[in-house]
């Protein structure tokens, strides 16, 4: 197959993947509340990160075995099995019309107004972009680590390990803080832990070896567990009707963005070498960190329901201070 068609065919593939993430998302809303909805994502980040080593780790075994073509065929029936399992074993969601915009143009308009609404709610928009930047810009590093492993002159197959650090981070830190921490715990460290995903890696200035760099890598998944102290404001911030239209919305928009962190941070590791453009995306990842600090006062770090608001003056007052924008 040319190249072209192939990157079409992925292309398709991943046009269909944030329709499948919504609904899987909005399923899981319906299914729990309050902090086992939390839990819940939490327990699918660590089955994902799992399910990527293992599937890394098959996936390179059937390749060995079997050859590419044979490999993506039965990548390719795997799904068809997982498709019917879904259709078979899952409940089904309750459809939802938001805005009423389906009878008017379709699905397209009807997804295009709604993600206009969502987009133009402020709190909406910017836990979005929370949930969005700073794993672009780690995707914009984890790009360039067989690079910079070139570059290092690193032994064949140690850029498999430093690959690897980065799921296995992943795990740990949802394990520790979806488990053993309190739910205003973990909203409290949304601001240290996803500084915690771009701190390391501006260590990649200094050109660390292998044993330093899995450690900065380790440390970069682990801050991802950020994501979980914004699950809950984020479910309460979006409209109940439109959750799987929100969760879909979250899921492209992250899918896009991560596809776009390596071209940028590829095209500036030409000039800079790849260490560089590394730290550079951590940069990038920690200044995130500063906006979400200054969202509100520490006593109110995460906007949520639990911010009681009032009306003064036409405009909506928080108890934690700070006017909506």
């Known amino acids: 197959m040319p190249i072209a068609a192939g990157l079409g065919v992925v292309a398709l593939v991943a046009l269909a993947t944030p329709v499948f993430s919504g609904a899987s998302s909005r399923l899981v809303a319906q299914s729990l509340e309050g902090d086992a909805y939390v839990l819940g994502r939490s ?8 399910a990527q080593l293992f599937g890394l780790a098959l996936g390179g075994a059937a390749v060995a075995v079997l050859g590419p073509h044979r490999a993506l065929a039965v990548s390719a029936a795997l799904y068809l099995g997982c498709a019917l399992a879904v259709h078979i074993r899952l409940p089904r969601l309750q459809t939802g019309d938001p805005g009423g915009a389906r009878g008017d143009g379709g699905a397209v308009r009807a997804s295009l107004h709604g993600a206009g609404l969502l987009l133009r709610q402020h709190t909406v928009r910017r836990l979005m972009l929370a949930q969005w930047l700073p794993p672009a810009f780690v995707a914009g590093a984890e790009g360039l680590i067989v690079a910079y492993a070139g570059e290092r002159h690193f032994e064949p197959g140690s850029y498999a390990v430093l690959m690897g650090c980065l799921p296995v981070g992943m795990l740990a830190g949802d394990l520790l803080v979806g488990r053993l921490l309190r739910p205003p715990t973990r909203e409290r460290l ?22 330093v760099s899995s450690c900065l890598l380790l440390l970069c998944g682990c801050g991802f567990a950020y994501g979980l102290g914004l699950q809950r404001p984020f479910l309460d911030a979006v409209p109940q009707d439109g ?41 990038a990842a920690a200044l995130a960190a500063g906006w979400i600090l200054t969202w509100h006062r520490p006593t109110c770090p995460v906007p949520g329901p639990d911010c009681s608001t009032g009306s ?13 924008r």
């Open 243 to 283: 959750q799987g239209q929100a969760f879909g919305l979250l899921g492209s928009g992250n899918m896009t963005l991560q596809g776009v962190g390596p071209a940028c941070f590829g095209s500036v590791a030409a000039g800079i070498g790849a260490g560089g453009a590394m730290a550079l995306a951590g940069g």
């Open 312 to 324: 003064a003056n036409g405009t909506e007052q928080h108890a934690c201070g700070s006017p909506e």
């Open 190 to 211: 949304v601001v240290p832990l996803t500084a915690l995903t771009g701190l390391p890696l501006v260590g990649f200035a200094a050109e660390p070896g292998v044993g």
């Open 43 to 50: 327990l699918n980040n660590i089955a994902a990160s799992g």
